[in-house]
């Protein structure tokens, strides 16, 4: 299983300029919601997503997180809150 630790207060300054690098999103990766609930429920191998300092992260991007680990079944997301 991949473990992937994603830090809010990275996301929070660079959202996803910083999420495309730790994913390595392909280069066509369109930089809002829509596009990183796509390539999340694309991921084709065990994964399990820590997201630590969540204050600093938007709602809708944790639930965005929250929604492709419910549609995929290679996907776990964990929130520090």
């Not at 495309?20 to 084709?44: E, H």
Request: glycine residues 4%; aromatic residues 14%.
């Amino acid at each position: 299983m991949k473990i992937i630790t994603l830090d809010g207060k990275k996301i929070n300054k660079k959202s996803h300029s910083y999420l495309k690098k730790v994913f390595d999103f392909p280069d066509y990766y369109g930089k809002n919601l829509d596009a990183l609930y796509d390539c999340l429920t694309d991921i084709g191998v065990e994964t399990e997503i820590h997201l630590i300092n969540s204050e600093y992260v938007s709602l809708d991007m944790i639930d965005t997180f929250f929604d492709a680990s419910i549609e995929s079944d290679y996907l776990t997301f964990v929130c520090d809150d």
